[in-house]
């Protein structure tokens, strides 16, 4: 444990004055939303997509923050409204709209209103309040709330207006997340409006990952970092595919007194207190699968072959995919489900119940060899084979299909 006076930089939506090693992808999308006096007609929508951990949120919402000054300088006025909602933490659409409709009325409780009638609130309280609004929208993930009804209704507001009223001030919306993410918004939108083409970030190549380390690390100690819990935190990043998002909450174990791979005991159980081995690649698989809904696990095992065999590795036997799975439901991270339909009348879903980004695992050593399988006597209380599907609450799923 290191004494941090300034630990506030380490929140997750503590933002950088720069967003080192995407100064450039700021400045476009500052220029694609055209503020103060855009010269398209609105509504006025950008976007910048790219992998998890690649920096996203923090490049809309730096850009987000530089297009409020720009508006805030042009003339004298009311002063924009800076507005900014994780759609990650949302559920659902109902949930994003209520959550932006709280931006301006802490007290509203969405339970009976229906997302027109929610952003019908939102729109007549901007104009009554007559200020601009810069909004951002971040973590926008396949499967998670669908943002198209909200910027449908942030395009065409005078339909959510009262009789004789029209307009409302301006709005400039950054919206961040995945390709894939973004891309089915635009679809959703049917041509009326877009958000793209976006802003594309590349991963954080090592170099850039360890400035923003060093830097979000020496705002937080107040002095320079050392080197080997630099070099400790870039090195684990680097080893489970992790970016920013990564190698920022490694950082805030590290300097707040939590061991990198381990958690104080919680609710979960007494399986957190120690790091989980597991294939990188599994992980991966499951957060792709299960965003924001339950995933079958046929869909877990289709993914994590694909990317197996981009890392050069054989997949994991249906098996030992298996007992990895069980092995995260007794951690307390995923949770397990049986429905009707699927290969002997019943389907194995999981569903995602802790963030990944809270799990505490570490790759395992098998990942440099080619097909190595099972868990060691280590790894693994108890004896590893005939037993796992006791334990489990049913038997191993046979080889090329999904559990019965």
């Known amino acids: ?25 700021v400045a476009e999308l500052v220029r694609r939303l055209d503020a103060p006096h855009p ?41 924009p409204r800076w507005i900014a909602i994780r759609a990650a933490h949302a559920r659902g659409t109902h949930g994003l709209a209520a959550a932006l409709l709280r931006t301006l009325d802490e007290g509203f ?39 198209a009804p909200i910027l449908r209704a942030i395009g065409s507001p005078d339909r959510f207006l009262p009789e004789g009223e029209t307009g409302i001030p ?67 990043t680097v080893a489970d595919g992790g970016g920013a998002t990564r190698a920022i909450d490694l950082l805030r174990r590290s300097l707040l007194a939590t061991p990198i791979h381990a958690r104080p005991l919680s609710a979960r159980g ?34 994590e072959t694909r990317y197996a065999r ?33 290969v002997g009348g019943t389907r194995s879903l999981i569903r995602v119940v802790a963030p990944v980004d809270e799990w505490v695992t570490v790759p395992r050593h098998s990942e440099t060899r080619p097909g190595s399988d099972g868990w060691t006597e280590s790894s693994f209380s108890g004896t590893e084979g005939s037993d796992a599907g006791a334990r489990s609450g049913g038997p191993p799923p046979t080889p090329g299909g999904e559990p019965g």
Do not use: K
């Open 1 to 25: 444990m290191l004494p941090t006076p300034h630990s506030e930089v380490l929140a997750q939506d503590w933002l950088p004055p720069v967003v080192l090693g995407r100064e450039a992808e």
């Open 39 to 79: 010269r398209a007609p609105p509504p006025w929508f950008a976007g910048v997509v790219g992998p998890r951990g690649s920096g996203t949120s923090a490049v809309a919402r730096r850009a987000a923050r530089e297009v409020a000054d720009r508006i805030r300088s042009a003339a004298p006025g009311p002063l």
């Open 109 to 147: 409780d969405g339970r009976g209103f229906s997302v027109p009638e929610i952003m019908a609130g939102f729109l007549r309280r901007t104009r009554r309040e007559g200020r601009p609004i810069v909004l951002v929208v971040d973590d926008v993930r396949v499967g998670g709330p669908e943002l």
């Open 170 to 236: 301006p709005v400039w919306a950054a919206v961040a997340g995945t390709p894939e993410a973004v891309e089915r918004i635009d679809s959703d939108l049917a041509g009326r409006f877009r958000v793209g083409p976006c802003v594309s970030l590349a991963p954080y190549d090592p170099r850039n990952l360890r400035s923003l380390v060093e830097d979000r690390a020496r705002r937080a100690l107040g002095r320079e970092v050392p080197i080997d819990l630099l070099e400790r935190i870039v090195g684990a």
């Open 270 to 303: 007494a399986a957190r207190d120690a790091a989980i081995p597991i294939e990188t690649w599994v992980v991966r698989a499951i957060e792709e699968a299960a965003q924001g809904r339950a995933a079958r696990v046929g869909d877990v095992r289709r993914i």
């Open 310 to 342: 981009e890392q050069g590795v054989q997949p994991l036997p249906a098996t030992t995919l298996w007992r990895r799975i069980v092995r995260l439901e007794q951690a307390g991270y995923i949770r397990r489900e049986v429905r009707p339909g699927g």
